[in-house]
């Protein structure tokens, strides 16, 4: 069963904040938010996690609902060089594990 | 976050042969992972490499196909043995502490094509 659920297609504008959307609604307590992306021909890139609380980075937001089941990854200004296949993956907080990927849509960024 | 180098990262193979690809990261990890992406396909998890120990596969890969080393915490190697055309993908190493908490790191994969 998959863990997450995002879009299968949307795309942005360039310049433009890209807001990617992901439900998770069966997340546990103790499951980190994480958001890869995959840029072609490359491997893919870490962009930012959360477990309760929004965060911000250099990259992105990740803003997380209260009730945890939703969350959404904020590009505040889109540009050309963020044209990628982005995933939303949950993992759990304790214990080794690792990262298991879904399908996630591909943004393409329009000029 | 860690740099991790992957060689070679292309190459084109005769099935019936064997290649093996090298990952070093340029620091100590725990934990190093192989993953492969079948064209057109998200990325499946191969194996998960700890030194010292035999690594681990997940259901559908065995390790007389895919051995694998890792002789110490900056270095280990993937060997795709008597490969086929359905061995064609790109082979990626990512390396991280295996904690939830921690994010994991990509090389950019060894895109190997078999004929």
């Known amino acids: 069963d998959a863990k997450t659920t995002q879009p299968p297609s949307m795309d942005c504008a360039e310049g433009r904040a890209a807001n990617l959307p992901c439900n998770h609604s069966t997340i546990s307590g103790n499951e980190y938010v994480y958001w890869y992306r995959q840029i072609h021909s490359q491997g893919p890139q870490y962009i930012i996690h959360g477990l309760k609380n929004n965060e911000t980075n250099e990259m992105a937001s990740l803003i997380i609902t209260e009730d945890r089941k939703s969350s959404t990854l904020i590009l505040p200004h889109a540009t050309l060089r963020d044209t990628a296949v982005y995933y939303c993956?949950?993992?759990?907080?304790?214990?080794?594990?690792?990262?298991?990927f879904g399908t996630g849509p591909r943004l393409p960024v329009i000029p | 976050s860690a740099v991790i180098s992957q060689k070679p990262s292309r190459d084109i193979c005769q099935r019936g042969t064997s290649l093996t690809i090298q990952c070093q990261v340029d620091s100590q990890v725990t934990m190093m992972f192989w993953y492969r992406q079948q064209p057109g396909q998200s990325l499946t998890l191969i194996a998960t490499a700890n030194q010292g120990s035999e690594a681990t596969y997940e259901s559908g890969f065995v390790i007389d196909k895919f051995p694998i080393s890792r002789p110490n915490l900056t270095f280990s190697t993937l060997t795709v043995s008597n490969m086929s055309p359905e061995d064609s993908s790109i082979y990626l190493c990512?390396?991280?502490?295996?904690?939830?908490?921690?994010?994991?790191?990509f090389g950019d994969g060894t895109r190997l094509s078999i004929l």
């Open positions: 993956i949950v993992r759990y907080q304790t214990g080794a594990n690792n990262l298991f």
């Open positions: 990512s390396v991280g502490s295996g904690f939830g908490d921690q994010p994991q790191h």
